[in-house]
């Protein structure tokens, strides 16, 4: 790895070590840290590289240094209690989500918004010149890629980029079994065309991604939601339940880091998840597009590294953590995997192989590992921050979650306010949140909002903010 890089993932890692306990309390308010001098000894690194860490800390907030006496763990605002489980129908029910999907996603993409309503990290969250300089060696050496047209599942040196990148989820995959797509959606959409029929049964989290419910009512399948803990996920003791009182034909699921809750599943539930699947028979399909936003190690591991029957389809994309604009995302659809490859075919033939040389140099480079966590620090400080701002300028009776990694933030509102009046009157104010309505085929999150906040981040989105806040206040006291 070259020096700079080293440095980079030392300094981060180090950050990460003080950064973990204070969010998870174990190093209280007040507390005294180690001085800069005791942690480049623990370490064995120099004076600089902690410094370096202490100073992001500190722009963190989470740490602050008091004159000739070292650092403390920063004092923080008191931070508001967790959503309950969710408790949808026992029923599966048709959807339509998709006209008020639209018309939130295209205004939360509108620059003359402050936006909420995304899940899309902003530029400066990627390293922008990492990806530039690949595509142009990519253009350089790939030259005669852009005159040919590209058949088969995908170009060889990413698919093995992807195996070896899937090792950090536990997974060891073939990469002759993987199919480069556009998209984690393209993916997943592949997957429930191959194991589903029009009026089909797919059992999913509760709530769940919009898109996903997008996708089940262009293909005309009823979505069954399965209760939801915003810390440990889908209830694999409900899910159990519907695969003996309901035709469920396939599960959909977001195991680590899902949207909008946040949750990531317990390694356990995760083996028996696997379990569940191949007895019953029932296909899996995993989206992990989030597990390298995990913080732990046991959230990154995939379900389907305890798949030994090939029931878990594998789903992903790097529109998240690498490059949304080079669109490729990837699948390994166990044993449906010659049925997916050839509908990817028939659908839409192959991606470009210069982007696809692109990504595979970028998945090789050292520093990926370095990006990774340089975008889950920055990311962890700011939805800390908003968990705050909630703290303070929400109703009373709002709960939001708290998840280990990733960007979204689920809010429940007092019971009866209603997030599309809400939605409204921040638009009329130039902001854009997300209604809880999007995420369900159930009305049962309308008092709900989904914050997405790894878009751009400065004074105008906190007051912002402060201003969701103020208007679902006004909205509680009107009831
Ligand atoms: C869990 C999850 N999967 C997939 C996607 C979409 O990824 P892609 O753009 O690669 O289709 C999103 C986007 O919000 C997501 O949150």
């Known amino acids: ?17 003080i950064a973990m306990p204070i969010r998870a309390g174990t190093l209280a308010r007040g507390e005294r840290i180690p001085s800069v001098r005791e942690l480049a000894r623990h370490h064995s690194v120099s004076l600089g590289t902690v410094v370096q860490a202490y100073r992001m800390l500190e722009d963190s907030r989470l740490i602050v240094a008091r004159p000739r006496s070292g650092y403390f763990v920063a004092a923080r605002p008191p931070r508001p209690p967790e959503p309950e489980t969710s408790n949808p129908p026992a029923d599966s029910m048709a959807v339509d989500v998709s006209s008020l999907a639209a018309r939130v996603m295209q205004l939360a993409h509108d620059p003359g918004y402050v936006s909420f309503g995304a899940a899309c990290p902003s530029a400066d969250l990627f ?24 058949v088969g599942s995908g170009d060889e040196s990413l698919r093995r980029a992807i195996a070896r990148h899937a090792l950090r989820m536990g997974c060891q995959l073939d990469a002759r079994d993987i199919v480069v797509t556009n998209s984690c959606l393209e993916s997943i959409t592949l997957c429930l065309r191959a194991v589903t029929q029009p009026g089909d049964v797919v059992a999913l989290e509760s709530p769940t991604l919009f898109s996903f419910l997008e996708i089940l009512e262009d293909l005309h399948l009823r979505a069954l939601e399965i209760p939801t803990h915003p810390r440990t996920g889908i209830s694999l003791d409900a899910l159990q339940l519907a695969f003996e009182t309901q035709p469920v034909k396939a599960v959909l699921a977001v195991p680590t880091l899902s949207n909008p809750m946040g949750a990531s599943m317990p390694p356990a539930d995760r083996r028996r998840l696997a379990q569940m699947v191949a007895e019953r028979g029932i296909p899996l399909i995993e989206d992990v597009t989030y597990n390298d936003l995990a913080e732990q190690d046991g959230q990154r591991r995939a379900v389907r590294s305890f798949d030994t029957t090939g029931h878990v389809m594998l789903c992903s994309s790097f529109s998240k953590t690498v490059a949304p604009g080079l669109r490729l995302g990837w699948v390994d659809a166990g044993r449906w995997g010659t049925k997916v490859a050839r509908m990817k075919q028939v659908t839409s033939g192959s991606q470009s192989a ?5 990504m595979a140099d970028l998945l090789m480079q050292p520093g990926i590992e370095a990006n990774y966590r340089q975008m889950r620090s920055t990311i962890a400080a700011r939805v800390d921050e908003v968990r705050g701002l909630i703290a303070q300028h929400f109703p009373k009776g709002t709960r939001v979650t708290d998840p280990p990694g990733g960007f979204i933030l689920w809010v429940e509102l007092p019971h009866g306010t209603d997030s599309l009046a ?58």
């Open 127 to 150: 390293a922008e010149e990492r990806v530039r300089r690949a595509t142009s060696r990519a253009v350089q050496r790939h030259r005669a890629t852009l005159t040919q047209y590209i």
């Open 422 to 479: 809400l939605f409204q009157a921040c638009l009329a104010e130039g902001i854009v949140i997300a209604p809880g309505t999007m995420f369900s085929a159930t009305n049962h999150f309308r008092h709900c909002i989904r914050l997405g906040l790894a878009g751009r981040w400065d004074d105008a989105h906190r007051h912002a903010l402060r201003r969701v806040g103020a208007l679902a206040e006004d909205m509680s006291t009107l009831r």
């Open 1 to 17: 790895m070259p020096e700079h890089d080293q440095a980079e993932v030392l300094y981060l890692q180090i950050a990460e070590s």
């Open 354 to 358: 210069m982007l696809q040389r692109a």
